[in-house]
C-alpha cells in the first residue's frame, strides 16, 4: 500500500528537536505516525532528520531502513543500516510509540468528527474528443483528513483525476473537491468513494448515468413549462365559451333597451 492511500486520516504526533548556532544552523528531527483504519493495521511509522528545512534522511517502517536524500544524509542512513540497536528501537516504534498515542488520540477525536455530506454531479458531458467530467464533492467534515477517490467498475482509477486541498469553510468545518475526466463506455460503474475517520468503512456514491442532471433541469423545467401552458389554455377556453353563452342575452337586452349585460 503507497503512502499517498495512507494519508486519509493522519494525526501527527510529533516530538521535535531543535538544535542550533548563532549563526541560524539549525537541526530537525520529526516522529510521524500515519494510518487510516480503526485496527491500525496499515500503521506507517516515519522519523525524518531535517537540516534548514532540508530532509536529510529518514526512516519509514514500510521500508523498513532509513533513506538518504541527500549526500550527507545517504551517509547518515549508511551508517544506521548497518546498526542492529538502532534498527531494531526504529522498527519497534510502531506499535511503542505509534499505535499506543493513535489510541489516545483516537478517543480524544473520534467522538467529535463529522460525517461529510457527498455530492456526485456531472459538470461535463463527453462529445466527439472530449471526455466527460463528474466532480464529488464532501462538505462539513471534521477532522480534516480525508481521502476522495474514483473507483471504475470497484477498481481505483488513478489517472485524469484533479482534488483540491481540504478548505476550511471558516466553522471548523472543511470542504473537499474531486474531478475526474473520462469517457463513458456501455455497462461501467462509475463511483466516488470517501474515506474519513467518521466512517466505520469506505462510503461510496455511484453515478447514474443515464440522465445527465443537466438533462434532468431541463425535462423537469420543459414539464413544468407544458403544465402551466395546458392550464392556460384550459382557462381561457373555459372563459371563451361562457362569453359565447352570453352573447344572445346581450343581444336580447339591447333590443329591449335595457342596459348592457358586460
Known amino acids: 500500500m503507497s503512502l499517498l492511500k495512507l494519508l486519509i486520516f493522519h494525526p501527527i504526533l510529533m516530538l521535535s528537536a531543535f538544535t542550533g548556532t548563532a549563526h541560524g544552523y539549525y ?33 519509514n517502517s514500510s521500508v ?19 546498526d542492529p540497536a538502532i534498527m531494531q528501537q526504529q522498527k519497534a516504534e510502531v506499535d511503542r510509540f505509534c499505535r499506543h498515542n493513535a489510541q489516545i488520540w483516537d478517543s480524544a477525536v473520534r467522538d467529535k468528527s463529522v460525517k461529510p455530506k457527498i455530492t456526485l454531479r456531472s459538470a461535463r458531458q463527453a462529445g466527439g474528443s472530449r471526455p466527460a467530467v463528474l466532480v464529488c464533492s464532501a462538505y462539513e467534515f471534521y477532522p480534516k483528513k480525508i481521502k476522495v477517490s474514483w473507483l471504475r467498475d470497484g477498481k481505483e482509477m488513478t489517472s485524469d483525476v484533479t482534488s483540491t486541498m481540504e478548505m476550511a469553510d471558516g466553522n471548523w468545518f472543511y470542504q473537499i473537491h474531486s474531478e475526474l475526466e473520462y469517457t463513458p ?40 413549462g407544458l403544465v402551466l401552458g395546458i392550464i392556460i389554455a384550459a382557462a381561457g377556453l373555459i372563459y ?12 336580447f337586452t339591447l333590443r329591449s333597451n335595457s342596459p348592457p349585460c358586460w
Request: charged share 25%.
Open 27 to 59: 537541526t530537525y528531527t520529526m516522529y510521524d505516525c500515519v494510518y487510516s483504519t480503526s485496527d491500525y493495521s496499515d500503521m506507517v511509522y516515519l522519523n525524518s532528520y531535517s537540516f534548514n528545512q532540508v530532509v536529510d534522511l529518514q526512516f
Open 64 to 82: 523498513g531502513k532509513y533513506v538518504g536524500y541527500t549526500e550527507q544524509g545517504v551517509k547518515f542512513a549508511e551508517n544506521f543500516n548497518k
Open 185 to 224: 463506455k456501455s455497462g461501467e460503474k462509475i463511483s466516488c468513494m470517501v474515506e474519513h475517520a467518521s466512517f466505520s468503512k469506505p462510503m461510496i456514491t455511484d453515478w447514474d448515468p443515464s440522465l445527465p442532471e443537466g438533462e434532468r433541469n431541463k425535462i423537469a423545467i420543459g414539464a413544468s
Open 240 to 251: 371563451y365559451k361562457k362569453k359565447l353563452i352570453l352573447i344572445p342575452e346581450c343581444l
